[in-house]
């Protein structure tokens, strides 16, 4: 069962392609009817510009809830999209940006989905950095 946790933690949303789906309606649900103040980060990552769904809805999204913040990470922008955001893979991207906050990666919940490849990396790059399997929550597609 994928959906948020009952706790007080920073949730900390990872995905790309169709993860979106599940992602989205978990963090809408969280800001839009849980409203329960929790600090939300979302990191989405698309191949090219074209490829970010709902972009301007998530954009709506941060300028309403002050506890809400996305960043789209494309992985091979095309020169037509004008991309000045971050370019790599998203679940390095997120890190970096984690880190450079000093945040307290064990102490959040990370809720990802996504590409089997990209699951994969995900969740051993949160183990690596120390986040407890405890705090890690996946949908597979049944993978």
Same mark, same amino acid.
């Given at each position: 069962d994928f959906r948020a946790s009952d706790s007080d933690a920073d949730m900390i949303f990872i995905?790309?392609?169709?993860?979106?789906?599940?992602?989205?309606?978990?963090?809408? *649900?969280?800001?839009q009817y849980a409203r329960s103040g929790r600090k939300i980060d979302y990191w989405y990552g698309a191949r090219a510009r074209a490829d970010l769904f709902y972009a301007t809805?998530?954009? *709506?999204?941060?300028?309403?809830?002050?506890n809400f913040r996305w960043q789209p990470v494309l992985s091979?922008?095309?020169?037509?999209?004008?991309?000045?955001?971050?370019?790599?893979?998203?679940?390095?991207?997120?890190?970096q940006d984690l880190k450079s906050q000093n945040r307290d990666l064990a102490a959040c919940e990370f809720y990802v989905c996504g590409p089997p490849p990209?699951? *994969?990396?995900?969740?051993?790059?949160?183990?690596?950095?120390?986040?407890?399997?405890?705090?890690?929550?996946?949908?597979?597609?049944?993978?």
């Open positions: 995905g790309g392609g169709a993860g979106m789906a599940p992602l989205r309606a978990i963090i809408r *649900s969280e800001l809805e998530f954009d *709506s999204l941060q300028e309403e809830y002050a091979e922008p095309l020169a037509a999209d004008g991309w000045e955001g971050p370019t790599g893979f998203v679940h390095t991207i997120a890190l990209m699951l *994969s990396a995900t969740r051993k790059m949160l183990a690596d950095a120390g986040v407890p399997e405890s705090r890690i929550y996946f949908d597979d597609f049944g993978i």
